[in-house]
DNA sequence: TAGTAAATCAGAATAAATCCGATTTAAAGG
DNA sequence: CCTTTAAATCGGATTTATTCTGATTTACTA
């Protein structure tokens, strides 16, 4: 998804514009990498030095329910990045633990999972691939 | 895994029996379901009321490393249930969000997954289907 | 340009999980 | 059986991520 996109999306649904949340996307769409809101909250600062953090999480949450940012839980910390799931086909991530560095997989393992119970009314699924990337592998560990 | 194998991999490394314990492992044993810490704390304190959380927590995660417990995450809190991939084959998992009733699905996805960058080292792999198991479906929600 | 609903602020509140110093207890050895 | 000791537990304070609340400000509309 490009910023403009995210944008458009925002003015559809009848959701204001204001320069914090231009930034907040403009922060994510510059990485392939997933933040945390802490991580995003330090980076908005610098524009905008007195944010509050409700409105980075209340902003982030939107854009989630809105499909704008994609989501997941690493370390009990939810992190973020622009979708591109929604981009082209669907597909799912390689993260690198240490910084949060994604690159995508080609395929979806559901196209192979014929087993599931028909009773079970599936509603979502997760496949994700955890390790560290090559640029964190040649630094010692900052945990 | 069995409640005795779990007991008897405790001896082996040197850890020491309690009740609270040996009670944590067959609440987990009882039901093919993740459940939270808050829900395996009350279960406990059936037989033992003046149980710390700090107790639970910690023999939780003590667990977990020992393989004896497996964890994932839902809501943005630690379910957990008797290791059941350790027993034959590697396997995953259906997952009820509702009541975190799990059935299995044969396979896993890493099998065909030929497009991993050479230079990420991969730590682990995470594959789980989310929905409403047929008994949650038949009853309004109670979120 | 005034009105209005949405967005933001500032800080309190919540909830999961961890930490810490004091006390208790399982199990090994005499 | 008794003593010893490290491990386990207790009880409560603390931390950390996130959400809530009520007051204030701001983007858009007419």
Redesign the interface.
Known sequence: MKVEEALQILKEKGYKYTGKREKLIRICAAERRYLSAKDIMERIKDDYPNLSFDTVYRNISTFVDLGILEET?LD?E?KYRLACSADGHHHHH?I??ECGKT?S???C??N??S???E????????????????DC?SVPSHS
Chains 1, 2 share one sequence.
């Not at 009773?119 to 090559?134: A, I, L, N, R, W």
């Open positions: 839980e009990g939810g390689v690198c633990t690159s997989l080609p395929g393992p559901m192979i999972m087993s599931i119970p009773d079970f009314q599936v509603t979502g699924h997760k496949f994700e691939v955890y390790g560290t990337c090559s592998a």
